[in-house]
């Protein structure tokens, strides 16, 4: 018997209790223990009924994903649920906290379920390029049908108790003892249940083969390319054709081909990145500070996004403008937001009022004096960041952290403006702040580990994924991505038109190309660095100038209904615009370049070599901890698809060898722009790949 699964009778009821902290995960051990348990239970005489109840925190979360890609001891899952399942005895699956995967598949082949009021249940297989693979697919469209099934599967995302119980997927609900309501309810049910009646129940087919046709049409446009949503709507759809158990042989062999496939390690790996990204050595070392109140200085579009992501973690929030009109504007930014949330119903104007009580608009510096954080989001321009942190020092308390949402400036280069520089760090949010999760935590070398340790907190508080970027120009995520931009504008001038090389990105699983992301930011915003950069510009280096024709005539992208591409009436999808091909046509022909055409394999290989060059780069420097870092920070931050688990991971599965070989080969044509990194070609002759530098 293992300890992490026990069984006590209370009178005639067996609680079989799990106990695998922190999420009760079903490793091998807990699927033995459930199995052993419950055969106890049932020759025990005593026994009237089954309750299976997680201990600590939660109900299973699921399978127990580190386990994933070894061989999995036996009993498997499926075969612990069909036990459940074919018990003589009534079962009932007790849930609290998140009852997730093959957690809530366990619930489902239980006969009844009573959950905590604050459960929360769900399939969230898909999220790790999988399917729920023990028994789900077949179990919950039986219970609730296909197109609710088909929603909990395909966008994975948990479920209220009540939603839960809604749709017929739990029978009670209760609030407080859930041990004791649990061996309450087993006390009353006197039958077992089977979920697994045959498709003859099904009522309506035409409306199923409806629910099965709708989720199709939604997958091919919002889950593109992914291979896991087909085959649960495969999954699903055999509940129409086959028995049960032909069903579940099914979602079986489903399981194991999405487990064998890349789509799957790439989305485990970003899994487990993402939880690692928080770790880093200061937070380690030091506890956060107390974060109850925020400062951000501007209003502006990140100022503004900022802003909402703090209200809505519950975060009072005092903004500063420089005048009446602008802090009117910066306090009209944010509330702009939740209208639009209101006007499609995913808000009502009461809660905006409430949230917005949560806000103060000044344009009195004065008033930041008692917060204990202030995020400065002004214009990028060293001169105005420093004057706001003269005045921030001046006001603001003992202990407040102070922190600049720069894009690119040196964090020393300002904070060198107060007396108290080891209490500055940068928080890189991105546009728009709300909604995208990533967030680069910029150290400095003089911050105080509690300072940072504050950055990190701030960041779980606004359910943010936080990544420790190293204080150099444009972090991790704006130096790699110039990086990798560079190589398009070489590709374009080579070549490929800015619509081939969208395209291959769309292709690969991007949601959009390099150059509407630029139209979309504003093409000034480049054209300004650049201009900036020029003096000390390295002559040997290739410098493309299309983007900067396109910018001379006025052309800045969407604000302006013309960049890379043509936006007629507003639209915000671009069309290709013959004018753009001709200014490139007449920059190659001043140059002397013949185009030669580009593959969408050979745009994306020197795309993506030169992202991963450069990525090593930033490694190498320290910039980046561990290349799982610059994973989760392109996956999170630039739209790098999830499934091929960040450009680190994808090298890995590609093969760094054959990466570097590339990149050799394109060195060819420029030694400047694809120099190897040193850490690639010494990685490459010690036979390692990045997962080994993830481990060290
Ligand atoms: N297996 C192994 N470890 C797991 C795990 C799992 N299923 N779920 C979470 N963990 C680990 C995390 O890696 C983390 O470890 P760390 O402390 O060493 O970093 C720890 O548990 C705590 O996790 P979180 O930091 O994520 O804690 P939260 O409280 O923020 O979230 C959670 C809890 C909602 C349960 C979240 O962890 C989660 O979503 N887990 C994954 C759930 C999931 O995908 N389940 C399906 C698994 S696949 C499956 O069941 C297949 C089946 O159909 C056969
Ligand atoms: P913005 O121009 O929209 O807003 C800047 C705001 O700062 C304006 O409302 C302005 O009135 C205010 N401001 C200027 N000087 C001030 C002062 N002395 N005191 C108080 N307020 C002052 O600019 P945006 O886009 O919000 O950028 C702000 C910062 O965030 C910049 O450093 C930028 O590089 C960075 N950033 C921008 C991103 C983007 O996509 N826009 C993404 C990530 C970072």
Same mark, same amino acid.
């Given at each position: 018997m293992f300890d992490q699964v026990t069984r006590t009778n209370e009178q005639n009821i067996a609680v079989i209790e799990i106990n695998n902290p922190?999420?009760?995960?079903?490793g091998y051990a807990v699927r033995k223990g459930i199995l052993d348990c419950l055969k106890v239970a049932e020759a025990?005489?005593? +026994?009237?009924a089954i309750v299976i109840i997680g201990s600590?925190?939660?109900?299973?979360?699921?399978?127990?994903?580190?386990?994933?890609?070894t061989v999995m001891k036996e009993p498997h899952l499926p075969e612990v649920i069909d036990h459940i399942e074919s018990c003589s005895k009534p079962v009932v699956a007790a849930l609290h906290g998140t009852a997730l995967g093959g957690g809530f598949e366990i619930a489902l082949g239980s006969h009844y379920r009573i959950a905590d009021a604050n459960a929360r249940v769900g399939l969230p297989e898909v999220h790790l390029g999988?399917?729920?693979?023990?028994?789900g697919t077949q179990r919950l469209p039986r219970l609730c049908g296909a197109a609710f099934a088909l929603d909990v599967m395909l966008k994975g995302t948990p479920i209220s108790a009540k939603a839960a119980k809604d749709a017929g997927l739990i029978d009670r609900i209760t609030k407080g003892d859930l041990r004791r309501a649990a061996i309450t309810f087993a006390n009353e049910v006197r039958t077992v249940r089977k979920t697994?009646?045959?498709?003859?129940?099904?009522?309506d087919h035409a409306a199923y083969r409806a629910d099965l046709a709708a989720a199709h049409k939604m997958i091919t446009t919002?889950?593109?390319?992914?291979i896991a949503p087909l085959k649960i709507i495969a999954c699903v759809e055999a509940i129409l054709e086959k028995p049960f158990h032909e069903g579940r042989q099914l979602e079986r062999q489903c399981f194991m081909d999405c487990m064998a496939s890349d789509q799957s390690k790439g989305m485990i790996h970003a899994f487990f990145a993402e939880r690692s990204s928080a770790k880093v050595p200061e937070a380690s070392r030091a506890e956060p500070r107390i974060l109850e109140t925020l400062g951000v200085v501007g209003g502006g579009t990140m100022g503004a996004g900022i802003t909402v992501a703090a209200l809505n973690g519950g975060l009072p929030v005092t903004m500063i403008e420089r005048d009446t009109e602008s802090i009117a504007r910066g306090r009209g930014n944010v509330e702009k937001v939740y209208d639009r949330l209101v006007a499609k119903g995913r808000m009502t104007t009461n809660e905006k009022n409430t949230l917005m009580t949560l806000y103060t608009g000044s344009?009195?510096?004065?008033?930041?004096?008692? +917060?204990?954080m202030v995020i400065e989001a002004v214009f990028e321009r060293l001169d105005v960041k420093r004057a706001v942190f003269e005045k921030l020092d001046k006001v603001i308390k003992p202990g407040a952290v102070l922190a600049s949402n720069t894009s690119y400036l040196n964090i020393d280069s300002i904070s060198?403006?107060?007396?108290?520089?080891?209490?500055v760090i940068g928080l890189h949010f991105f546009s728009p702040a709300n909604i995208m999760k990533l967030l680069e935590i910029v150290v400095p070398e003089q911050a105080a580990d509690d300072v940072v340790a504050t950055g990190f907190s701030l960041a779980k508080r606004l359910r943010k994924v936080p990544v420790r970027a190293g204080n150099?120009?444009?972090?991790i995520g704006n130096r790699i991505l110039g990086k990798y931009g560079v190589c398009a504008a070489h590709m374009m001038e080579d070549g490929a038109t800015p619509y081939e090389i969208d395209n291959a990105l769309l292709d690969f699983g991007?949601?959009?190309g390099i150059h509407a992301m630029y139209d979309l930011a504003g093409l000034d915003i480049g054209w300004d660095n650049r201009k900036a950069a020029a003096p000390t510009r390295d002559p040997d280096t290739r410098y493309v100038t299309i983007a900067d024709r396109i910018c001379e005539n006025?052309?800045?992208g969407q604000k302006t209904g013309r960049g890379f591409y043509i936006y007629k009436d507003g639209a915000r999808r671009g069309s290709h615009d013959p004018e753009v091909l001709s200014i490139i046509a007449d920059i190659r022909s001043k140059k002397g370049i013949t185009p030669k055409s580009f593959s969408a394999t050979e745009i994306m290989e020197r795309y993506l070599a030169a992202m991963v060059n450069e990525g090593c780069e930033v490694l190498r420097e320290g910039?980046?901890?561990?290349p799982s870092d610059i994973d989760v920070t392109f996956v999170y931050g630039?739209?790098?698809?999830?499934y091929r688990g960040g450009p680190m991971k994808y090298a890995d599965m590609y093969g760094v060898q054959k990466m570097l070989t590339n990149i050799q080969k394109y060195e060819k044509e420029d030694p400047v722009f694809w120099k190897p990194s040193q850490l690639l070609v010494d990685m490459v002759a010690q036979g390692k790949e990045f997962e080994d530098l993830n481990k060290g």
């Open positions: 922190p999420v009760n995960a079903l025990d005489d005593a +026994v009237t600590g925190r939660t109900f299973p979360a699921g399978a127990d994903i580190t386990e994933f890609g999988l399917l729920p693979g023990a028994g697994c009646d045959e498709t003859s129940q099904l009522k919002r889950m593109k390319g992914q344009t009195n510096y004065n008033d930041l004096s008692n +917060v204990d060198s403006a107060t007396k108290r520089p080891d209490q150099a120009t444009g972090f991007y949601p959009m006025g052309w800045f910039v980046a901890l561990k630039y739209g790098f698809p999830r």
